[in-house]
T-cell receptor, first 115, second 113 residues
Framework: AAGVIQSPRHLIKEKRETATLKCYPI?????VYWYQQGPGQDPQFLISFYEKMQSDKGSIPDRFSAQQFSDYHSELNMSSLELGDSALYFC??????????????FGPGTRLTVL | QQQVKQSPQSLIVQKGGISIINCAYENTAFDYFPWYQQFPGKGPALLIA?????SEKKEGRFTISFNKSAKQFSLHIMDSQPGDSATYFC????????????FGGGTRLMVKP
């Protein structure tokens, strides 16, 4: 079965640079969530999109922005990178379509290292 | 404030034994409680999930027990195997609050051969 695809898998950036992370949800899934997982920590919710519209925001810094495109893929844009942004970034997708609680399936993650 | 508290932080079990991980939550709006398994450098993989209208759910060697009045739920792994060695996260979400997952702190399970 098709899974969530994330690219790149690994990314190394310098401080103050920008980074773009991409997420391709499972086919026919209409909702995308972004999570950040620091070393030895649990994933923290950043932002979500339902049917290409922003749905909810969590602890996402103002330096970060995201969007969901017409083909349902999503991109997380990160600017003015800081050392503390080094983490695993996960995208999860689900099929919500107004049904209420949805089951989220996670991608393999993008490991971002800021030097 | 951690909305979902998970214990223990680490657990060592002998092969064939039972692994038990507990979680407690504060937010009574939570109405969906999944468990995820994560291997190093990989994404969390859904193991099993429960909704508050049932007190127990079993899938293979994995069982969730749910106590709504105590706001607690637990994962039992029967006949634990070395391949079960991973980090386990409980999580919770609320349908009326965007469905984003709030995770527990994780339990690192090691199953000794």
């Amino acid at each position: 079965a098709a899974g969530v695809i994330q690219s790149p898998r690994h990314l190394i950036k310098e401080k103050r640079e920008t980074a773009t992370l991409k997420c391709y949800p499972i086919p026919r899934h209409d909702t995308v969530y972004w999570y950040q997982q620091g070393p030895g920590q649990d994933p923290q919710f950043l932002i979500s999109f339902y049917e290409k519209m922003q749905s909810d925001k969590g602890s996402i810094p103002d330096r970060f922005s995201a969007q969901q495109f017409s083909d349902y893929h999503s991109e997380l844009n990160m600017s003015s990178l800081e050392l503390g942004d080094s983490a695993l970034y996960f995208c999860a997708s689900s099929f919500r379509q107004g049904r209420g609680t949805d089951t989220q399936y996670f991608g393999p993650g993008t490991r971002l290292t800021v030097l | 404030q951690q909305q979902v508290k998970q214990s223990p932080q680490s657990l060592i079990v002998q092969k064939g034994g039972i692994s038990i991980i507990n979680c407690a939550y504060e937010n009574t709006a939570f109405d969906y409680f999944p468990w995820y398994q994560q291997f190093p450098g990989k994404g969390p993989a859904l193991l099993i999930a429960i909704r508050p209208d049932v007190s127990e759910k079993k899938e293979g060697r994995f069982t969730i027990s749910f106590n709504k009045s105590a706001k607690q739920f637990s994962l039992h792994i029967m006949d634990s195997q070395p391949g079960d060695s991973a980090t386990y996260f409980c999580a919770a979400s609320a349908t009326n609050a965007g469905n984003m997952l709030t995770f527990g702190g994780g339990t690192r399970l090691m199953v000794k051969p």
